[in-house]
């Protein structure tokens, strides 16, 4: 062989060599670059007047806000009924209330349930009073759940006396509590229970409750019992007849959202050694002289059943 050629295939192979040494590994293809991370988005910002109500009701120590938004008519859409409503100056967000923030049960009877806190768990159900539970009413099929504090708008109550919705919802303290949503007989407004605490935020002078003035203050006898009734300002009163004297309270039935009771009727509240009187009754006044005719629950004496009773001062 040349010294030239052997030369050249010496410094071929040390040429070889040297690329093994400088780790002479496939090259690989470069990663793509990763797309930028995207931002962080926003949470999103409640209604102005929603915060200034969760605020109101934290205020006054409650642990929700609770309106009365009046009656749906039959047929009635949703959206109409609450652009309709006088609550929506104060409180423009009930406007943008939507189907999937709406419980229906059987009645008419509107209200909106917000929430003091926004992590507030809260679960409507229904509430149901029949002969298995002997009246007494029991916790029905769950009918929506929430865990972010959302107001709901609640659709209930055929009948004045049993409500058929219960709603759950846990306090600012932990604590879990249930009401059923209604109004009172007795005033027409909504019942407040002892708990949860509720703020209630309706405008019943535009949903067609006021006050009413009786025009029966004062004591009454009549011979037809015989019998005693007496009726004060500050909503007392007594029913005196044959030895036995019951004491409470009276009330004038403002209105009846389902018609069970008429406008202007009186319940009786009362409670004796022996017995109670819960009823309604309509009371007229003639002059001197007043009409006192049972209508609904429990008579001023037994066998008095619907009977007109007259009364002098």
């Not at 019998?227 to 909503?235: P, T, V």
């Not at 069970?260 to 002289?289: C, H, K, M, N």
Request: proline share 7%; with cysteine.
């Amino acid at each position: 062989m040349k010294p030239r050629s052997l030369i050249s295939l010496l410094l071929s192979l040390l040429l070889a060599l040297g690329l093994t040494a400088c780790g002479g590994e496939e090259s690989q293809p470069a990663p793509d670059p990763q797309p930028d991370p995207a931002p962080a988005s926003e949470p999103v910002q409640e209604a102005p007047s929603l915060s200034q109500l969760r605020e109101e009701a934290q205020n006054a120590g409650a642990d929700a806000a609770i309106a009365f938004l009046g009656s749906l008519s039959q047929g009635e859409a949703m959206s109409d009924f609450l652009s309709g409503s006088s609550l929506v100056e104060d409180y423009p967000f009930l406007a943008d209330m939507d189907e999937a923030h709406t419980v229906r049960a059987a009645g008419s009877e509107v209200y909106c349930l917000v929430p003091v806190r926004t992590d507030a768990p809260l679960t409507v159900q229904a509430f149901v009073i029949d002969e298995s539970n002997q009246y007494l009413g029991e916790a029905g099929e769950t009918l929506y759940e929430s865990q972010t504090g959302e107001p709901v708008l609640l659709v209930c109550n055929i009948s004045d006396i049993m409500p058929n919705l219960l709603v759950t919802l846990t306090g600012a303290d932990g604590r879990t509590c249930s009401f059923n949503p209604f109004l009172s007989l007795c005033s027409g407004q909504v019942d407040l229970p002892a708990e949860p605490v509720l703020y209630d935020f309706s405008r019943y002078d535009s949903v067609g409750y006021g006050e009413t003035q009786a025009d029966f203050l004062g004591t009454w006898t009549s011979a037809d019992l015989p019998g005693q009734l007496s009726f004060a300002e500050d909503g007392t009163m007594t029913f005196s007849s044959g030895g036995e004297t019951l004491s409470g309270t009276f009330y004038i039935i403002s209105d009846s959202a389902t018609g069970s009771y008429r406008p202007g009727d009186v319940l009786f509240e009362l409670t004796g050694d022996a017995r109670s009187i819960w009823g309604t009754f309509a009371i007229q006044r003639e002059g001197e002289a007043i009409t006192v005719t049972h209508t609904a629950g429990d008579p001023l004496l037994p066998g008095w059943e619907n009977a007109a009773v007259s009364f002098t001062r």
